[in-house]
């Protein structure tokens, strides 16, 4: 059978691909334009979007097996709503859905709380799905390299609580090992949820000395500035994509995003291997 891969394009989306190719399975991706996909020839392509419900019937037509991700974006609600209940008009019962960690906790965050409206319908209504709840991305210190280099200031207002940032290419494989448990189960297997956190546990104060380190010379942190942070999006993406991000970091500050006791451990068995660190990350990108 066929394992969908929504999403496919994205970051995440494309190592879920990857990993699953690697690990033999059949793989259709849902995308807008496949003219402009780049997906490895094996991959089926089906045209179509989360909003449009006659596309995502079709893309959905003899899948066994789903994997849901949307973007942050402002109808991201309803798209994992819509999606969740074409999956589950067409009898899709074996789904991994990307959630993100404490989405129970950062209640007023836009992004958060629309991941958790989506878990809470997959747990009333009895799907049986893993639900991943990944940490901050490694991923996103992309968009500050030049300023990191350029100013030798770390700008992500993190605070001190410690995040347990985790890499993209991490995430891409749990995902594909639980699609690939739930697709060869001999039934569908129950809930789950499992945290996707990285090995390090990093401050404000404790990233730029990483950076540091790896460029060899003095990077410094410049304090926790959510204003000034959410003014900097703005020249680059819409003002309630700002907003929603200052929220998040303002959680940074009051919550942290902390593992729980054993979630690196279970990470580091299922993957087989140790999850990459932050300083490896970081050289990779500036190297």
Avoid at 162 to 171: E, F, K, N, P, Q
Avoid at 234 to 252: H, I, K, N, V, Y
Wanted: no cysteine; aromatic share 6%; glycine share 8%.
């Amino acid at each position: 059978m066929t394992i969908l891969v929504t999403g496919a394009t994205g970051n995440v989306g494309r190592n879920v691909v990857e990993q699953l190719i690697n690990r033999g399975a059949d793989v259709r991706a849902l995308v807008r334009d496949p003219s402009r996909a780049d997906l490895p020839a094996s991959v089926e392509v089906a045209r179509g979007d989360l909003l449009d419900v006659d596309s995502l019937r079709s893309a959905m037509s003899g899948i066994s097996t789903l994997f849901l991700l949307n973007g942050v974006v402002a109808d991201e609600y309803t798209q994992a709503l819509i999606a969740l209940n074409v999956a589950r008009e067409a009898g899709i019962e074996r789904i991994v859905y990307l959630s993100v960690i404490h989405s129970d906790v950062y209640v007023n965050v836009p992004h958060f709380a629309g991941k958790f409206g989506v878990e809470r319908m997959i747990e009333r209504m009895g799907m049986n799905a893993t639900i991943l709840r990944p940490a901050y991305y490694m991923d996103n210190e992309i968009t500050i390299k030049d300023v990191v280099s350029g100013y030798g200031i770390y700008p992500m207002p993190i605070g001190d609580k410690g995040l347990a940032m985790i890499d993209a290419r991490d995430v891409g494989e749990i995902a594909a090992i639980e699609l690939i448990r739930r697709e060869q189960a001999s039934a569908p297997l129950p809930l789950d949820r499992i945290d996707i956190v990285g090995p390090d546990i990093l401050t404000g104060a404790s990233a730029a000395a990483i950076w540091s380190e790896v460029l060899g010379r003095e990077i410094t942190y410049p304090g926790d500035d959510t204003a000034g942070f959410e003014q900097n999006l703005r020249q680059f993406m819409p003002s309630w994509t700002a907003f929603d991000m200052r929220l998040m970091a303002e959680r940074f500050l009051s919550d942290g995003m902390l593992p729980d006791a054993g979630d690196v451990d279970r990470l580091t068995t299922l993957l087989g291997r140790p999850l990459r660190s932050y300083r490896d990350y970081v050289a990779q990108i500036t190297g």
